[in-house]
């Protein structure tokens, strides 16, 4: 399904779209990785927010994610959508650029930027930031730095797909295996041939075995090279194809994660410390196993320690079984009994009951740490909450607007 800039919104109709199965990690603090990072650095973020509820859904996810990844890796994360501050004055105190969703338009923040870049800056892209339909907007942007000039196809729907590591040399795909498994997105595909250019490092593309790519007949790939990740030899950048969430455009619901793939994740936390001129693998620690407390010191526990899809989750007096051993897994899932922690019926509103159900890799089953010790839920944006509040056995757990309130403050296994 054809994208248009930010610029030209465009509707898009709902999808038949598939479930995200990732692969497990271990995030006892979110994310659980640890970069070797020298000295601290400081990222910025521009984005719009306004086009394509599953390229908002990614800025959401991203300005939860990147925060808690730099207070794990050794930089700070700004966000913004004011354009402005893409100037030669405000860029000296930053160590990385990040474009979410777009990219500058006006002159003078494109001269700023690649004034930035040229004195050896870093950047990090995502997806649309790349989408260019006019052959004459900002050619050094799009033929010689990206390397792509314009937007040729996409496929659709959004899948999960196994890509190859092309340059296992490079310090972004340190410690990576030959190939790895992304988080479900939609891939744009290029005017131009990346692996004619001599300037383009490509680092990882879709696997020959991952073929065929798309869910929509009519907009399938059945076989071809289609680049995935690659850097400008001439500067510290990376782009990313992926950073579109599978969506239900009906209900404005994500049902999948940009962060669900635990390489995907390493992947990029290694392009941004590069990005930065720094440079060294992340490496996930083991899965952690154990009780999580919380409100009135009481554990999060399976009622009645049934595995039934539907079973309640629930406060109760902390006691050492099953029903509240729990692991931390799969970007930030929550298993015990051989179910994941669940927001019932993929639920958004305050009061959503939260369930034990099979682990199916979507969105209702990803908890991030947040603020004040809490829990959340980043395909609602809300937190995990006891009802009450109360700390009685049998308190209800749900989702809610998050308060940084005690009720909402949890210690997972370490």
Known sequence: MMHFRARTPLHRSLSRLLALFVVLLGVQTAPAYRAHAATPFKVIAFYDGTYDAAHISFDHEANAWFPQAGAQNGFTYT?????????????AGYQVVMFLDDYPHTAAQQTAFQTYMANGGGFVGFHVSAYDDDTSDWPWYHDTFLGTGTFRSNSWGPTSETLRIEDAGHPVTAGLPATITSSVSEWYSWQNDLRQNPDIDIL????????????????????????????????????????????????????????????????????????????????????????????????????????????????????????????????????????????????????????????????????????????????????????GPSSADGTLLQIWSCTGAANQSWSLPS
């Open 79 to 91: 966000a913004t959508t004011d354009w402005s501050q893409l100037n030669t004055a405000n860029l």
């Open 204 to 387: 990882a593309s879709l696997d020959p075995s991952t073929f065929p790519v798309g869910t929509d007949p009519n907009q399938t790939w059945n076989s071809g090279y289609y680049p995935i990740v690659w850097s400008n030899r001439h500067y510290r950048m990376v782009y990313d194809n992926f950073g579109h969430n599978a969506m239900d455009y009906s209900t404005d619901t994500a049902l999948s994660s940009t962060f669900a793939s635990a390489q995907q994740n390493q992947l990029l936390l290694q392009e941004i410390t590069w990005a930065a001129g720094q440079s060294g693998p992340v490496t996930p620690p083991a899965n952690a196993t154990g009780p999580i407390h919380g409100y009135g010191g009481k554990c999060v526990d399976i009622a009645g320690a049934n595995t039934a899809n539907g079973t309640a989750v629930q406060l109760y007096t902390c006691n050492g079984t099953a029903a509240q051993n729990w692991t931390v897994g799969g970007a930030g899932t929550l298993s015990a009994l051989g179910k994941c922690m669940d927001v019932t019926s993929a639920g958004t509103a305050n009061g959503t009951k939260v369930q034990l159900y099979d682990c199916n890799g979507t969105g209702s089953q990803v908890w991030q740490p947040g603020a004040n010790g809490s829990l959340v839920n980043p395909q609602s944006g809300k937190c995990l909450d006891a009802t």
